[in-house]
């Protein structure tokens, strides 16, 4: 069980949407961390150069750190499922973000904010198949 | 500057992904589980996260350019095909077997714990692979 929090929950979210619109409107870019990651890999035709990308990535990892080491602020994580099954999810993941070209930030938010119809196609996508997942691993197979 | 700014922009999405316990797969996952221990907390992170995005482009996309750029990078494809729907599907398929996407695993780097580290190294070897057989 974890706790339902729908303030802490709308306030990170209003954070999120705050540093996609900042992004947009400094650096013109949309706040996708599939895209900025890919940016950064070897063989990327990295448009406007890893430096931006670099810098994002940077203060994302860092902000958490600091907030819980620095602050003592107590963030629940708790990843209820083995190690292969972690790997196997982040390499699905990483193949269907390259093709589906965008994850929950890209298409989830910045691309629905864009009212664009391949993003909203998108995230009914991989909302239902997401929950059709969980659904057969916890209810038919009983857990991995 | 510019780098400056995307620093501070990439602390505010991670304070934002953390507080919003998108960073926890255990809350992700219970999102999905609508059947089982449903937390609906993620609702209000999308549900917070849109509005001020929508709002907030309605304003940045009227001007003529951003700060620090020439003109705004839009993605110009508009396309709805196989691949737009099969990779998202697989996308969707990951994220419910793990409770990782990458825009909470990044932050959850920083949470010092192996698994998002483990998330993140085959989240990258799996882009490779996919650009690999995309180029065929």
């Given at each position: 069980m974890t706790e339902f929090t729908p303030w802490s929950s709308l306030a990170g979210g209003?954070?999120?949407?705050?540093?996609?619109?900042?992004?947009?409107?400094?650096?013109?870019?949309?706040?996708?961390?599939?895209?900025?990651?890919?940016?950064?890999?070897?063989?990327?035709?990295?448009?406007?150069?890893?430096?931006?990308?670099?810098?994002?990535?940077?203060?994302?990892?860092?902000?958490?750190?600091?907030?819980?080491?620095?602050f003592g602020l107590e963030v629940g994580f708790d990843s209820p499922v083995s190690w292969a099954a972690v790997a196997v999810s982040g390499f699905l993941v990483g193949m269907g973000v390259t093709w589906g070209g965008g994850c929950t930030s890209g298409h989830g938010i910045c691309g629905n904010a864009r009212l664009s119809p391949r993003s909203l196609v998108a995230t009914l996508t991989f909302m239902a198949t997401a929950t059709l997942t969980v659904w057969v691993i916890r209810h038919l197979i009983g857990g991995i | 500057m510019p780098l400056l700014a995307a620093l501070l922009i990439g602390m505010i999405f991670g304070s934002g992904i953390v507080l919003a316990g998108m960073a926890n797969p255990a809350k992700v996952l219970n999102f999905f589980d609508i059947a089982g221990s449903w937390d609906p907390s993620l609702a209000f992170v999308m549900g917070g996260?849109?509005?001020?995005?929508?709002?907030?482009?309605?304003?940045?996309?009227?001007?003529?350019?951003?700060?620090?750029?020439?003109?705004?990078?839009?993605?110009?494809?508009?396309?709805?095909?196989?691949?737009?729907?099969?990779?998202s599907a697989l996308l969707g398929i990951g994220w419910g077997i793990a409770g990782f996407c990458p825009g909470g695993a990044i932050p959850a780097l920083g949470l010092l714990r192996p698994e998002p580290l483990l998330f993140v190294a085959t989240l990258l070897a799996g882009m490779l692979a996919a650009r690999q057989l995309k180029k065929r």
């Open positions: 209003a954070l999120i949407g705050l540093a996609a619109v900042l992004l947009m409107a400094l650096h013109g870019r949309i706040m996708g961390v599939t895209g900025i990651l890919s940016g950064m890999l070897p063989g990327a035709a990295a448009g406007g150069g890893r430096g931006w990308r670099l810098a994002f990535l940077a203060g994302a990892v860092l902000a958490p750190l600091f907030l819980t080491r620095a | 996260a849109l509005a001020v995005t929508l709002i907030g482009y309605r304003f940045v996309l009227r001007r003529l350019r951003p700060a620090f750029d020439q003109g705004f990078h839009l993605p110009a494809r508009a396309a709805i095909d196989r691949r737009l729907v099969g990779g």
